[in-house]
């Protein structure tokens, strides 16, 4: 039943995440919100609602290894997976934007993080723990990230509104508010008991092979909750619009880390066990070659070969993770 419960709880999730963000554009344009706004906001983070509620959950619940193994398994799958299977598509372009802010801006979150989490490192520290104050620290990082982000696409209003506009499309437009709002609440129903469901069902499992919760969140609930990143991506990339695929990945990875972590954190500290210093430095040089392949092979772009590396990195840490067990 517990393979049930795990496919059926991602399913949940999967569905409410992509009808919440439909919904909550929709209510966004009744209100007059601009569609710069709502693509960075609404859109920009709807993809990463999976792992907000399965990390918030698993906090919440006192299950640390969870909630930090969900957000460093979906960056590295984000990374080595999801982009590898994008160039491996359709080989795409690192534009100038990528290289300057956003590869840094994931370089400098997950560095961070690596430190804040590695309490035990310090002498007379026994614990790794992310307290309440580290989870303030790194939202207020978060904001701060958004808000440059929101100058510099002023700088260029109307490629801000393109962009927008391609991103806020929902087949919700213009219905009435009363369907909207619910919805809005039923999906947001959907995410809490669906993540709960996943929650249950991945701590279940992991008990019964022997695996620690760690490995089980770096491996099949991270993957589970990188979906939507993953179809997203293989979609624009079989579009021959690939280039989209690092950016999303990119954003969603700062997310994870600087606003899921920060979240999580603020509403209970989190204590971590059986996630290693490894899963950190792995998830370390996931973001460190997204930004040696501007170097490699054809400048300034993510070639197949490159994309062939990065889905062999994730398969050997994976074998990795599974003969630790």
């Not at 958004?146 to 087949?171: F, H, L, W």
């Not at 370390?284 to 590396?309: C, M, P, Q």
Request: neutral net charge.
């Amino acid at each position: 039943m517990d393979y049930l419960f795990l496919v059926l709880g991602l399913a949940m999730l999967l569905v409410a995440a992509d009808l919440l963000v439909d919904s909550s554009v929709a209510i966004a344009q009744r209100a007059k919100i601009s569609n710069f706004i709502i693509g960075l906001t609404i859109v920009g983070m709807g993809t990463s609602a999976p792992e907000l509620f399965v990390s918030v959950s698993s906090a919440i619940s006192g299950n640390g290894d969870i909630a930090v193994g969900n957000v460093l398994g979906s960056n590295i799958c984000n990374t080595f997976l999801i982009l590898g299977v994008a160039a491996v598509i359709m080989p795409f372009a690192i534009e100038r934007e990528n290289r300057r802010r956003d590869i840094p801006v994931g370089i400098a979150a997950t560095l961070l993080f690596m430190l804040i989490a590695n309490d035990a490192l310090m002498p007379g520290i026994a614990e790794n723990t992310i307290s309440r104050l580290d989870g303030i620290f790194m939202l207020v990082l978060f904001l701060a990230y958004m808000c440059y982000v929101v100058v510099i696409k002023g700088k260029n209003p109307q490629q801000a509104v393109a962009d927008a506009d391609e991103e806020t499309k929902s087949r919700f437009t213009g219905k009435h508010p009363a369907l909207l709002w619910g919805v809005a609440l039923a999906s947001l129903a959907g995410l809490v008991y669906g993540g709960n469901l996943f929650l249950d069902a991945a701590k279940s499992l992991a008990r019964s092979w022997g695996m620690s919760e760690a490995v089980i969140s770096i491996t099949i609930v991270a993957v589970g909750t990188s979906l939507p990143e993953l179809i997203t991506v293989v979609v624009a990339a079989c579009k021959k619009n690939a280039q989209l695929a690092l950016g999303n990945v990119l954003g969603s990875n700062v997310f994870n880390i600087l606003m899921i972590m920060g979240v999580a954190s603020t509403i209970k500290p989190i204590n971590i066990v059986s996630v290693t210093i490894i899963d950190y430095i792995v998830a370390l040089l996931a973001a460190v070659l997204t930004y040696v392949v501007v170097f490699t092979f054809g400048k300034n772009k993510f070639d197949r070969i490159e994309g062939v590396i990065f889905i062999a990195i994730y398969i050997l840490y994976t074998i990795y993770l599974l003969l630790g067990l």
